[in-house]
C-alpha cells in the first residue's frame, strides 16, 4: 500500500487515478483515508476526482459513501461538477443499487462528525434524485391480471 500512497502524491494525473482505485480497495485501512478524500477533492485534475469518486462508490459499501460525504462536505463547484454526474452514473443503473446506497447514506446523516454528516445530506439528497434506468421487480406491484 506505501506505492499505492505514494503515486496518490504524483505530479502525474495518471498515476494519481490509479492510485484512486487501488487505495479504493484498502479504504479500510485508517491511512488510506486521508489519501482517498484529497484524491476525490484533487488540486490538478478533475479525471483524479471523477475515476477514485467512482471506485469508492464501486465498493457499494457505507465506507466508501463516507469517504465520498466526507470528501463532498468541502468540495468547491468544480470538483461537485464531476462529484455529482459520477454518482448518478454508478447509482442511476439498478434500483437496488440506488436504494441500498441511500440506506446506507442514511445513518451517516446523523454522524457525530460535522463533516461527514453535511456531506452525507448532499450525498443521499443526489442519491434520491437519482431516477434509475432498470427498476427491480421489489419496485412494481403487480398487475390485477398476474394473480
Known sequence: MASLLALANSPAY?????????????AEVPEAQPALVNLVRDDNDTAVTYATTEALLRRFDALGLRLVATALATADLDHTDWIYPTISEVLGINSRDRDKAAEMCEPLTHSKDEEVRRGATHLLEEIKSISPVLISRSHHRAHPSAR
Do not use: T, V
Open 14 to 26: 495518471q498515476d494519481r487515478i490509479d492510485a484512486g482505485w487501488g487505495l479504493a480497495r484498502f
